[in-house]
Structure formats: C-alpha cells, structure tokens
C-alpha cells in the first residue's frame, strides 16, 4: 500500500490502521536511547539508533518513521554530552596542573552542567512522551528532525517501502 495516490496526496495511517506489532517498534525505537543511555562510550546511542532504523526500515513505514527520527534525534544531544565530557576532562587537567584555582572555569564548567542537564531531561521527556504516543498509533514529532523523518517517509516524495513481509507476518499468526 503506498502513502500517496497519484495526485500525490498523503495517504496519512489512523491509529486503528497500524498494527500492534508496529507500534511496539515505534516505541522500541524511542526506547533503544535507555539502552546505552550515558553509558561511558560516546556516541553509543547512535550506533544503537541505527542498527535499529536499519532493521526495521524495511518492515513498517510507520515504525521506519519512528526509529528515524529517534536515530536524528540522537545527534544533538551526543554533541552535548560529549561537549561537556571533554570540557570536564579538559577542566581536571588543567586544575591538576594549574598552580591556582579559577573561579571563573568552575562557574563555566557548573553553567555547562546545567545546560546538560536540562537539555537531557528535556530530550528523555520528550522521548518518552513521544514514545507513549507511537505505542498508541499517535505521531508524535521532535523539532526539526521530525519534519525530516516525516518527509522522507510521508511526504510527497516519501520512499517506497515494500511491505511485503509486514503484511506476510501479519498473516500469518504463531
């Protein structure tokens, strides 16, 4: 089944349209950022991101959609964090070896924090926020990448996606 017909008008899914299955995997690829979330190894919640869009791109539009925007979504915060690890460990390095303390780094380093923080509280909120809505068949979109995603997957130039096997499986039941 296509997104568009031959006016190229959007064909958009009704939460009734979309599979449980479909949905499970648009949630799970909101979900997938707890996996390696803040886990020492930088830019883990992207790989993870991907291997996921890449397995299930080719299994649900919806769930494509989803696992899509979720990988986006990842590279803002990835670029925070790692910020802000390497501006903490440039921080010791140069107390270590500084013979003096400068206020004026901790404050910078402290106003870093926050701003971590708060951007990373913002981003598991909205995640998860948008999370709960795929799980309910509902679009739920991040700032920018959401437009993105949406484009690529629903748009009037949107991708072709054989669903051959999605339809296959739910056919054919355990």
Known sequence: MSTKDSLNQIHFPQPEDISEKDREYAFGAYIMMFAGAYFPLPFVEIISSFIYYIYYKKRSRYAAFHAYQSFLSQFPIT????????????????SIRADYFDPSDTKTLLFFLLGTVLLNLGYIITSLFIAIKAKKGIFGYFPVVGH???????????????????????????
């Open 148 to 174: 993105i995603s949406f484009e690529k997957f629903y748009g009037t130039d949107a991708i072709e996606i054989s669903l051959e096997q999605t339809t296959h499986q739910r056919n054919n039941p355990p």
């Open 79 to 94: 670029v925070v964090n790692t910020g802000f690890v390497t501006y903490t460990i440039i921080f010791l390095i140069k």
